[in-house]
């Protein structure tokens, strides 16, 4: 059983920058794809970044493209989103999520893909 922990959230003024941080436990990390979705007060959740097995393919929404970058350290069990540049319409509970059907290589942007996620953490970027 595969759980995941996240962390990192905080308030940040527009311009800042945070780095998320997701602690995995109960499967050999390395053999699963990573996600981060996001979702904001009265919106649907929707895809932030995916990186695959070992960390060589990624995946950015457009929105996030060259500001964020997801990365994953497999000996540590942990999976990162470093947010920089961040605006206001950042703002939302942001999670991280496994993906166990997937090929080592490949990543996905559909939610209904991912089969455990972590609890959440707030991301609150001020104007």
């Known amino acids: 059983q595969v759980q995941l922990v996240e962390s990192g959230g905080g308030l940040v003024q527009a311009g800042g920058s945070l780095r998320l941080s997701c602690a995995a436990s109960g499967r050999t990390f390395g053999t699963y794809a990573m996600g981060w979705f996001r979702q904001a007060p009265g919106k649907e959740r929707e895809f932030v970044a995916a990186?695959?097995?070992?960390?060589?393919?990624?995946n950015y929404a457009n929105s996030v493209k060259g500001r964020f970058t997801i990365s994953r350290d497999n000996a540590k069990n942990t999976v990162y989103l470093q947010m920089n540049s961040l605006q206001p319409e950042d703002t939302a509970v942001y999670y991280c999520?496994?993906?166990?059907?997937?090929?080592?290589?490949?990543?996905?942007?559909?939610?209904?893909?991912?089969?455990?996620w972590g609890q959440g953490t707030q991301v609150t970027v001020s104007s």
């Open positions: 990186i695959s097995w070992s960390g060589g393919n990624t």
């Open positions: 999520a496994a993906d166990f059907s997937r090929g080592s290589w490949y990543v996905t942007p559909r939610s209904y893909a991912y089969d455990v």
